[in-house]
Structure formats: C-alpha cells, structure tokens
C-alpha cells in the first residue's frame, strides 16, 4: 500500500516536472522569461526577441488570425499568405458552381487581377500585447460577489481601453487569462480586403476528406492562398478596386532543407479554446455524457447528408463546407473519448488533485481558502449534469435543422423590435438578411427535411418530458406521432426556406414584419422550444455556470501558488500563441510504431480511381510516375505530410510551422485521432500535431499548377539562417 502511494507519488512529479515539459500554448511576449531556454535546449537558434518583439520586426509581424477562426502567414512582399485549404473552404466553395467548379478542379489567379475577393474575410495582425491585470483588477476585493466583481472589472477595462494608445487604423481589446485572474490588452490591425490567389483540387487539398480527417497517417495538402490588399498607403482598407497588395513588416523566409525526427518546430498561431485546467468530474462528464450525446446526434445528421450528398452533385457542393464541419468536431469528440479513456485522464487528473488536496490540507491559511474546492466541483457538476445534457441536445439539434435555424434568425429581429424599438431592428438586419440569405443558398429542402424528421425524434424520445416543448408533443398528437407526416406539414405550410419570400418579408416596414413574423406556424413552434429550453434549462444552468467560473478561477490561482514547480501555461482563448516540439513518431497502440513522415508514395496506395475521397488527379499521378519533383524531392521522394509534439488546437489550422532558424517548414492543419484529447489533457506520449510540408506546398503550385509566377514572389532558402 505504501510503495504504491510512493510510486504513485513519483509519477506524479515526474509527470509534471519532466514528461509535460512542452505541454503548453504560451504567450509570445513571455518566452523570453519562461521559454527560451528550454526551447534553446531543444535546437532553436534564434531568440525569443526574433519572435516577439514590438521595437523591431519579429516573426510575429509575418502571422495573422484570419477570418476570426483559423491562422495564415505571409509569405511573400507582396501580401501573399498561406493557410489551409479547409480554412479558405468557404471562400472557395463561395465561388464554385457547376460550371466553374473550383473546389473540385481548383484554382490560380494567372495576375493580381484575376484575385477574387471575399466578403467578409479579414486578417488581423497582432501590433502589440500589454498585461493590464493590475489595471483591470484596480478596486476588486474577495468580499465582493460575483456580479459586483464584474461589474468593477467592466468598468476598468473600460477605462483601459479609453487610454490605449493606438493609430487611427488599430483596435483594441482587453482579455481574461487564467481564468481571469489575469487580463491582457491587445491592440491590433484588421484588413478587409483578402483575396482568393489559388487553391489545388479538393482531390489534393481535401484528399482523404473525411475518412483520414484527424487521422495519422495522413497524405492531405490542406493549402490555399490568398493575398491582403491595403490603400494606396498600405493600410487597411474595405475592398476596392484600385486597392494594391500590401506590403507586411515581415514575411517568412521558406526552408527547402528538409526535416529529421527530433528537430526543433515551433508553431505560432491562434488558437481556440482549450480546458487544460478541469477537475477530474468536469473530464469524466465530457468523456462519459456529453461527448456521447453529441456524437450521436451528429451521427444521424451525417449519414442523412452524405446519402444525398454521393448521389447529387448540386447538394454536394451546396452541402460540403456544412457537411465538413458537423463531421470534424462529430470525429474529434470520439478520439477525445477515445483518448481520455486510454491514457486514463480520469485517473490521472485524480492524482493530481490528491496531491493538491493534501498540500492544501497540511497549510491552515490554504485550507480556509482551498480546502473545499474540490468538493464543490463535485456537488455543483453533479447538479449541472442534466441541464449541460439539455443544453447540448437543444444547441445540437435545432442547429442542424436549417428551417429552424432560419426561425431562430427571424425570432431574434422580432425581439430586437420589441425591446429595443426600429432603429434597432435595422441595425440587426443588416446583418441577419445576408446571413439568412446565405443559409438558404446552401440549403435543400429534402435534406433538411429528412434531418429534421430524424433530430426531432431524439428530441422528443431521447428526453426528459420536462426539457420538452408542449407544443411540438400536441404537434405530433395530430399525427399520430408520426414525425414523417409532422415535419412535412410543417415545411409544406411554411414559406420561410423560399429566398424571395424572406427578402419580401424584411423588405416590409418594421411594425409589418414583426407582425408577419409571429403568424408564422415554424416560428411559434420554434419559440416554444425556445421558452422551454430558457425556463426549464439555461435559467438554472446559468446559475450552476456562474458559480463553476468562480471556482474554476480560485482553483486556477491555487494550482498557480500550491503547485510550485508546474509551469502553468493560459488555456487557449484565440489569442496569438507559440507551441515549441520536436518532429517525432510516437506508438499509437501495443506493437506499432508511426513514423513522422509521408510521402507521394502513400498517396498512390491510397489512390482509389474515381473514389469520392481518395481519387487522385491525373496530373499527379504523372508527375509521380515520372518522379518529377524538381527541387521539392528529396532522395526520390516527395515528402507529404509530417507530425511533431507541438500543443496545437482548433484554430491553429493554417499556422506556419518554423524550424530552429525561423524559416517555414510546414503548415500546420490537423491532429492524430489518438490525441485530440490535447484539449482536456494533453499527454506527450501520443499528441502530435500534422502539418503539410513546405516543399509539397510548393511543389503542387509549381509542378503540378505552373504558378511558378507565385513561388518568385517566395524567398526560398537551402539551409539555416
Ligand atoms: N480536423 C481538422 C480541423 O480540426 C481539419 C478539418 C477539415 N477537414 C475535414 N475533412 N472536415 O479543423
Ligand atoms: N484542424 C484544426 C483547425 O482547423 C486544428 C486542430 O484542431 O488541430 O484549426
């Protein structure tokens, strides 16, 4: 009993001292401080000042959040970047049609003229990042409660935003770190006018689709480029004609060396939205209840779409960037329970706050502080658990059926009328009626109609009574509860998925459409749902919500003063960070080893002629058969894909992967199946990250599309500095 209190003791430390060393998506302006050297150790030659530096150009200069939701990086002098092709998707699919189908045969821009812009796509740059936590947290006291705490925070921040120096053309938001024990500012720089520059064919692009989606290994060259057009001035501007390519601070130098395992990576991107800091319930219910739930309301989603999807060109490319994203968070939710439960992240986390309990325990001021942290979780995530399992069926569900999600929509510029009058409702228009007009581009009313039929069943059957609308049970009453014939009387007395008649409706004065709107059938079903969900559900959940955010903020603060020795790194809130590894294989399960690279040669095993995910472009297959690879080869071989340690998240798709100089070796785009637990508990043992290598990139727009224009704009580099 003893020795396995000391072995267990043992690991623990080494698993936090040594093993999680790299663990971590740390703040660019704080390398210097609690970085460098350790990522010195692991190979980098340049400084952590070359990264971030706000007195000199520093790499931070060549990367950009783009669109708000995934990464890019310049690379050229002439604005050009690069991201993924799953991040550009959008934009892509935006301008494909049957005739000219660029998602599936791609596209180059021969002159800046022939760019497409996009509406609506932006990129931001980061110009500088200060810590205001003294700032913001001036006049807030432990004696205050919650609302009193937030409203002394607002204020400050407030205060702080009103004193920032900036330019004219800069931004500036403050946000919370460490569960908002800490607050930093960010100005930053926004340009409005990014246009489409090229994109392969999805068969290269997207070449696996959805079966090799989160999957190692992968074979997948997830680029396309764009180019940031500024005023004649160079800076930011909405689109205009006369626009010209902007000219960065910076951009990346591209690396044609090559890679080895173990060679230092770092990945400088924006990422999402990560919970590294749970207790071990809050973990359990994601793996054992949540996760599930989801999982299997997507499950029926998909399988309804992708039916209609193999049959129907038209819905295909009406129904892909839809289909794409149900089914990558549906894949990542199952190797994140997957994961959790191999490398026992329950048990783990539970050793973990053992430890912190007993530290706390045998210090008096720490146990009138801390001592009941841990308690409380368990009491309040035991309370919360049926309301957070309504929650992700109402939110699941009603945003998978588009009729509804239309409701919602037009529900909300109703309720904008009446609390806050027609000036208001104008405003709100402005950006609902393209949104809703958008919607029903990508719609088919089949589709969604076998969706809803399908989602309404697990809504109603999979449910407690009490989470359920009345009015859609008397709704089934007169069908005998029959969903079939409930859904389609439903869609067949509703005008709502027809375009013409949405723009005619909000073309009406204020009064008349809000009026028109709530004789609508669908939308006082909707509302129903609605009212139901916010009475019986977010009410208490709110309350249950409020009360875990304070004490997920003082556990953060005891981890910080009670577990000394842990370096702790903020969880990811789409703010600039750098992740630092090593390119490595790792052992996915008993007796198999993954290596850390791939090649073209994959591509042609996986090669499935005319397969909807794995066919494989003529062109290619030539350039593969007479193996001409020009300089991007190495020993024969077009290097593909390849993973490394780097902690990466949601939103790092499209950041640049550097090598110890800080030259662009790869593009970051993807995770393996067996680590996208990261979010929750990364685990060094089996978390990679998949990027495409640099020279696949170039080779594909240069042999395989003659842009050879875009690689002279490129500055490529044989080896170090
Ligand atoms: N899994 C990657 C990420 O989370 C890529 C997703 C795009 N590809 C896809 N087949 N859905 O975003
Ligand atoms: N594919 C993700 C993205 O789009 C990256 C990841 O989750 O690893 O940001």
């Given at each position: 009993m003893r020795k396995s209190k000391i072995i267990l003791f043992l690991f623990f430390i080494f698993s936090v001292t040594i093993v999680k060393a790299d663990e971590g998506m740390w703040l660019p302006q704080l390398l210097q401080k609690l970085n460098e050297s350790r990522?010195?150790?692991?190979?980098?030659?340049?400084?952590?000042?070359?990264?971030?530096s706000i007195n000199k150009g520093s790499l931070k200069d060549a990367v950009v959040s783009l669109g708000g939701f995934c990464t890019a990086e310049l690379i050229s002098s002439k604005g050009l970047i690069l991201?993924?092709?799953?991040?550009?998707?959008?934009?892509?699919?935006n301008h494909s049609s049957l005739e000219n189908n660029y998602l599936r045969d791609g596209f180059w821009a021969k002159t800046n003229k022939d760019e497409l812009p996009n509406k609506g796509l932006f990129v931001t740059f980061i110009v500088r990042i200060d810590d205001v936590t003294r700032a913001v947290m001036n006049g807030v006291t432990p004696a205050m409660n919650e609302a009193e705490r937030q409203s002394v925070i607002d204020k400050n921040i407030a205060a702080v935003q009103r004193n920032v120096q900036k330019q004219a053309t800069q931004k500036s938001f403050v946000r919370g770190f460490f569960e908002a024990n800490q607050y930093y500012l960010f100005v930053t720089e926004t340009y409005n006018d990014v246009r489409l520059v090229g994109a392969p064919p999805s068969a290269i692009?997207?070449?696996?689709?959805?079966?090799?989606?989160?999957?190692?290994?992968?074979?997948?060259?997830?680029?396309?480029?764009?180019?940031?057009y500024a005023s004649k001035d160079n800076k930011p501007a909405e689109y205009a004609e006369g626009n010209i390519p902007y000219t960065p601070k910076r951009a990346l130098n591209i690396s044609l060396k090559g890679i080895k395992e173990n060679d230092f990576t770092l990945i400088f991107g924006f990422p999402g939205r990560t919970s590294e800091y749970l207790p071990a319930v809050a973990v359990e219910q994601i793996r054992t209840v949540s996760d599930p739930a989801k999982i299997a309301i997507r499950e029926k989603?998909?399988?309804?779409?992708?039916?209609y999807m193999r049959k129907d060109e038209a819905i295909k490319i009406k129904y892909a960037a839809k289909y794409a994203s149900i089914q990558n968070a549906y894949k990542k939710w199952q190797g994140e329970v997957l994961g959790?439960?191999?490398?026992?992240?329950?048990?783990?986390?539970?050793?973990?706050?053992?430890e912190f309990q007993k530290r706390v325990d045998a210090n008096p001021i720490w146990k009138t502080e801390y001592g009941n942290l841990l308690a409380d979780f368990k009491t309040v995530y035991n309370n919360i658990e049926p309301y957070n399992l309504a929650r992700d069926y109402y939110t699941e569900i009603f945003s998978k059926i588009e009729l509804f999600s239309i409701c919602a929509r037009l529900k909300a510029l109703q309720i904008t009328y009446e609390t806050k009058g027609e000036t208001a409702f104008a405003e709100r228009l402005k950006n609902i009626e393209p949104d809703l007009l958008h919607v029903l581009e990508e719609y088919n009313a089949e589709v969604d109609k076998k969706v809803a039929e399908a989602l309404m069943e697990m809504y109603v059957q999979n449910q407690d009574k009490k989470y359920v609308s009345p009015e859609v049970l008397q709704a089934l009453e007169t069908t005998d509860g029959n969903f079939v014939a409930f859904i389609n009387r439903l869609y067949s007395q509703t005008s709502l998925t027809n375009a013409d008649s949405i723009e005619a409706l909000l073309a009406l004065p204020a009064a008349e459409a809000v009026e028109k709107i709530k004789q609508y059938d669908a939308i006082h079903l909707f509302s129903d749902v609605q009212s139901v969900y916010q009475n019986q559900v977010q009410k208490q959940q709110n309350i249950y919500q409020a009360y875990i955010n304070k004490l997920q903020r003082s556990y953060m603060q005891a981890q910080m003063e009670v577990m000394k020795e842990k370096k702790f790194y903020p969880d990811a809130n789409s703010t600039m960070r750098v992740t630092y590894g090593q390119v490595k294989g790792y052992n996915p399960r008993d007796a198999v080893y993954y290596k850390f690279q791939t090649t073209l040669d994959g591509i042609m095993e996986k090669y499935i002629p005319g397969d909807y995910e794995f066919d494989v472009p003529a062109k290619l297959i030539s350039l593969y058969k007479t193996k001409d690879y020009g300089r991007y080869g190495e020993n024969g071989k077009m290097p593909v894909c390849f993973i490394a340690t780097n902690h990466t998240t949601g939103g790092n798709s499209g950041s640049p992967a550097l090598d110890a100089y800080g030259n662009l070796i790869g593009l970051n785009f993807d995770r393996v199946w067996e680590g996208t637990m990261s979010d929750i508990?990364?685990?060094?043992?089996?978390?990679?990250n998949i990027m495409v290598d640099i020279r696949y990139v170039l080779f594909i727009v240069d042999k395989f599309a003659g842009a050879t224009h875009l690689i002279d704009e490129m500055k490529l580099v044989q080896a170090g500095k």
């Open positions: 990522m010195k150790s692991l190979g980098m030659k340049i400084s952590a000042a070359d990264i971030y991201t993924n092709h799953h991040c550009g998707f959008d934009a892509i699919q692009g997207n070449f696996g689709k959805d079966t090799d989606n989160w999957v190692w290994p992968r074979h997948t060259g997830d680029f396309s480029m764009f180019r940031i989603a998909l399988t309804i779409i992708d039916n959790l439960t191999r490398t026992n992240a329950f048990a783990k986390k539970t050793n973990y706050e053992d508990n990364y685990d060094p043992s089996i978390c990679r």
